[in-house]
């Protein structure tokens, strides 16, 4: 067994972090080849011996009296005029950001419309309309469905295999969107027809989004994983000879 | 209005077990685990406004596991890799391919807590601390990823090192 891969996907497996299609797949490979079943119960066993050596960890009850006392000579008190100072600039910081919330033009509203449709697909139970890893049946999927399709790019060989299509409606526009997988997370790539106004990096509620313009389309990038992978998967998009 | 005193005993406090848990296997003892809890309890609270509120439990960890590393390289040299840059960087010289020599998949014959423990030990930190990350807290990779500050991808290379590693010293193949 010489393949570095296959063993990640095992290991990816037990860890319970592919997603579902690509679990079924390491399940048939497991199927086929020994070493790679032997691999599978061997982290289950592996895990259980670290977790019950793991078991009896606790610490002293000394640990919290350490602690109190520690801050008790960084911090030894509060007193009641810091604490009524300090909340009154809660207060005003507070009444600054409402204002700020108040007075921001609407893409905050379309990058959190993003993100719900982002959440959305991934709480339903097929996060796709168009389940294929071949873009060739992803690509008239997605043309049938609206006006303007973009081209369906094969990021395979840069780790973000292509798992299907969908079509969020966002602010009232049907928009096709592109599935991507990344270990156990997912990219969800949309393209808008008309110009929308977002920041070419921004996040919300802890998911990264990355949008830019390429021809006619702007392409809106939405994934939790790390916003450098996402400038990745960004880069793969933009320039898919490179 | 809290005061820091509060903010720290709701963000903190409640992940003081899994925060000692860590500190026990990265050191590999229990006196420099409490050592090390201390310390980052003292760094938490100095910077506990930074906490945005929204992964209490990474933030936590992230500083737990800077903290032991800062530790480790300090106290104990030998058990840091060479090539390590900072305490708390991630630039390590240790060879991140899958060593393909190991053994992959052998069954582990029943372990002793103790031969468990020191064949943690045993391992090189980078390793260890993705292992015991994965293991014993049951972080996902994404976490994992976050708090060690490596990409996802080096998360898997070296958790299936670390694994490899281990099944090689655990493992008799019954």
Same mark, same amino acid.
């Given at each position: ?35 790679? &079943? #032997? ?8 895990? &259980? ?8 960890? &606790? ?66 139970? #097929?996060?796709? *309309? ?17 006006? #303007? ?7 395979? #060989? ?7 299509? &969908? ?48 021809? *006619? ?26 | 209005?809290?005061?820091?005193? %509060?903010?720290? %005993? ?11 848990? @860590? ?37 936590? @960890?992230? /500083?737990?596991?800077?903290? %032991? ?13 060479? +090539?390590?840059?900072?305490?708390? +960087?991630?630039? /390590? =010289? ?28 045993? @391992?090189?930190?980078?390793? !260890? ?10 972080? =996902?990779?994404?976490?994992?990823? =976050?708090?060690?500050? /490596?990409?996802? +991808? ?8 670390? !694994?490899?590693? @281990?099944?090689?010293?655990? +493992?008799?193949?019954?």
């Amino acid at each position: 067994m010489k393949n570095p891969e296959q063993i990640y996907e095992v290991d990816a497996y037990a860890d319970n972090e592919l997603d579902p299609v690509r679990a079924i797949a390491v399940e048939k490979l497991m199927a086929e080849q020994p070493e790679l &079943r #032997q691999r599978y119960d061997s982290i289950l066993n592996l895990r &259980r011996a670290l977790r019950e050596a793991a078991a009896q960890d &606790r610490p002293s009850d000394l640990i919290q009296p350490r602690i109190n006392r520690a801050l008790g000579r960084v911090a030894p008190f509060v007193t009641r005029w810091a604490a009524l100072a300090a909340s009154f600039l809660v207060g005003l910081l507070v009444a600054a950001a409402l204002t700020w919330v108040v007075f921001v033009p609407r893409s905050p509203a379309l990058a959190e419309a993003i993100v719900s449709a982002h959440m959305r697909s991934l709480l339903a139970e #097929q996060p796709i *309309d168009v389940a294929s890893s071949d873009r060739h049946t992803v690509k008239p999927w997605l043309a049938r469905k609206v006006p #303007q399709s973009p081209d369906v790019v094969d990021l395979s #060989q840069s780790g973000f295999p292509l798992i299907g299509g &969908r079509v969020d409606v966002i602010d009232g526009e049907p928009v096709a969107t592109i599935v991507y997988g990344h270990a156990k997370h997912l990219v969800s790539l949309m393209t808008f027809a008309k110009r929308i106004k977002l920041p070419a990096v921004s996040s919300v509620a802890g998911f990264h989004m990355r949008s830019w313009t390429q021809g *006619d389309l702007t392409y809106v990038a939405v994934s939790d994983i790390p916003d450098s992978e996402l400038a990745m998967f960004e880069n793969g998009i933009r320039h898919p000879n490179s | 209005m809290e005061s820091d005193r %509060a903010l720290f %005993a709701k963000v903190f406090l409640p992940h003081l077990q899994q925060a000692y848990r @860590l500190a026990r296997w990265m050191t590999g003892s229990a006196v420099d685990a409490e050592d090390v809890v201390q310390e980052a309890s003292l760094r938490a609270f100095r910077s506990i406004r930074d906490c945005s509120g929204s992964n209490p439990r990474g933030w936590v @960890l992230t /500083i737990v596991r800077n903290t %032991a590393n800062t530790w480790l390289t300090r106290n104990r040299a030998d058990r840091m890799p060479p +090539g390590r840059s900072e305490a708390d +960087g991630s630039i /390590i =010289d240790v060879n991140e391919n899958v060593d393909l020599d190991t053994p992959e998949a052998v069954l582990l014959r029943k372990a002793t807590v103790d031969e468990v423990r020191r064949a943690v030990d045993a @391992l090189p930190a980078p390793f !260890r601390e993705v292992i015991v990350l994965r293991e014993i807290e049951e972080l =996902d990779y994404r976490e994992i990823a =976050d708090i060690a500050g /490596i990409p996802l +991808g080096t998360v898997m290379s070296r958790l299936s090192r670390a !694994r490899s590693m @281990l099944f090689k010293t655990l +493992g008799e193949i019954r």
